[in-house]
């Protein structure tokens, strides 16, 4: 393995089980993301995947196993292990293992005595589906609890008591595993680390490490031509929060521009429905990246409503990049993401006249967007561009390194331009 003294060729495995392609993942992204940027810097990156699209392809029995090896995969331990000795990477960085990895890629890395990093992209450290949310409400049921019994009862993977078994069995049969077999958990938002933190989580492993976004090679020009949700549709992300507040902005005269809703979900059909007819809503489906980016940098603002608390907020750093303002829930990532009024607007989450009320504030003053856009884009070269992601996620792999050879162990919590800047709270029209 290399001198921890010259890091500046680091060989990084990369552990992912990608989620299925069914549905645009975010997670996916950033991982495609990060090795693609780790790549261009001149470091070498592996990767051990697994996909859940595969499932489909198994046999009845081979289905039926799967829930079996949520907890533990023995198979890809041997595999890993195996993986690891014959290339000594200098670090793996691990990011999803659901459903088919497993927590026993840890024990690989520890057969092997190969340093891990981990990035905690959503909070199944603490909650079975990851969300802390349920039946339209945030929820912390199972935080600080060792066998997520609440999760089981009210069924919340997938609304399926069978189902959330699996997940609750993992969480609780390899929580040490986790919090002694990680050397430094990556966690995506301040707001993030102080949930895990409060639950019990050892705090000096972890650091404050934002998504950063690519440059999109595309700004706004202009005024902007449509306000724009850009998700999945789904009752968590606040899709009917937003259909309830737009039809008061409706009922109220509008805002001059139509609502584009971009995506898929659960909730399309309803979204379908809402849509068909009306000139001052468009509904069109999945995009691709680029359609993405292009409809990002023709709007007048990007609508970012959830009701579950976002442990990030991808779309909005999206936004801040091509230059564009975001309106969205004051609550989990988005109060450090967007400064109230400066950057963009939060609303009250759950509150449908609050997000009325920041959707025509938006789009009522053409200049002050444009100023609000061009802060945006500033707060956006200062935390989420790549320089300064590739910049923590080499200096989180160096003090993995440094920790797992003896060397000093205090982790960058949030440290330097990607630390915890907590906007303003949202007053008047939000605030937690």
């Given at each position: ?72 995969n023995p198979a890809v331990r041997s595999e890993l ?181 971009a995506g898929s979900g659960p909730l399309a059909r ?163």
């Amino acid at each position: 393995m290399h001198d921890t003294h010259d890091l500046r060729d680091l060989h990084v495995l990369v552990v992912h089980n990608r989620y299925s392609s069914a549905q645009p993942s975010g997670e996916n992204r950033v991982v495609d993301e990060e090795v693609a940027l780790l790549r261009s810097a001149g470091h070498r990156v592996d990767l051990f995947e697994r996909r859940s699209d595969d499932i489909a392809a198994r046999s009845l029995p081979g289905k039926v196993a799967v829930p079996l090896l949520v907890p533990w995969n023995p198979a890809v331990r041997s595999e890993l292990a195996a993986r690891l000795r014959a290339a000594r990477p200098d670090v793996v960085h691990v990011h999803n293992v659901f459903p088919l990895l497993s927590p026993a890629v840890l024990a690989a890395c520890a057969d092997v005595g190969v340093p891990v990093v981990a990035t905690l992209h959503n909070y199944t450290q603490v909650c079975p589906p990851g969300t802390l949310h349920r039946d339209g409400k945030a929820c912390t049921e199972c935080v600080g609890s060792k066998m997520s019994l609440p999760a089981v009862r009210h069924g919340c993977y997938r609304d399926s008591r069978l189902a959330t078994v699996p997940l609750a069995v993992s969480l609780a049969v390899n929580r040490r595993r986790w919090w002694s077999g990680v050397e430094r958990f990556f966690c995506i938002s301040g707001a993030q680390r102080d949930v895990l933190v409060r639950s019990g989580m050892p705090a000096e492993r972890l650091a404050v490490k934002h998504n950063f976004v690519p440059e999109p090679g595309i700004r706004r020009a202009g005024e902007g031509e449509h306000l724009l949700f850009l998700g999945r549709l789904a009752e968590a992300k606040g899709t009917r929060l937003l259909m309830s507040a737009w039809d008061q902005v409706a009922a109220d005269g509008g805002v001059g521009v139509p609502l584009v809703l971009a995506g898929s979900g659960p909730l399309a059909r309803e979204v379908t429905a809402w849509a068909a007819g009306r000139d001052d809503v468009r509904y069109v489906g999945l995009l691709d990246p680029m359609e993405c980016r292009q409809a990002v940098a023709r709007s007048v603002a990007v609508v970012a409503p959830s009701m579950a608390m976002e442990t990030f907020g991808l779309v909005v750093a999206e936004a801040m990049a091509s230059g564009v303002p975001a309106v969205a829930a004051a609550h989990g990532a988005f109060v450090e993401l967007i400064e109230d009024g400066v950057t963009g607007l939060l609303h009250r989450p759950a509150d449908p006249a609050s997000l009325a009320s920041c959707v025509r504030r938006i789009a009522a003053d053409p200049a002050r967007n444009e100023e609000m856009g061009r802060a945006a884009r500033r707060r956006y070269e200062q935390n989420f561009s790549p320089t300064v992601g590739l910049e923590r996620l080499v200096e989180g792999y160096r003090t993995a390194i440094a920790v797992r050879s003896g060397g000093d162990s205090t982790p960058p919590v949030g440290n330097g331009n990607t630390g915890s800047r907590r906007g303003t709270r949202a007053s008047g029209n939000g605030g937690m």
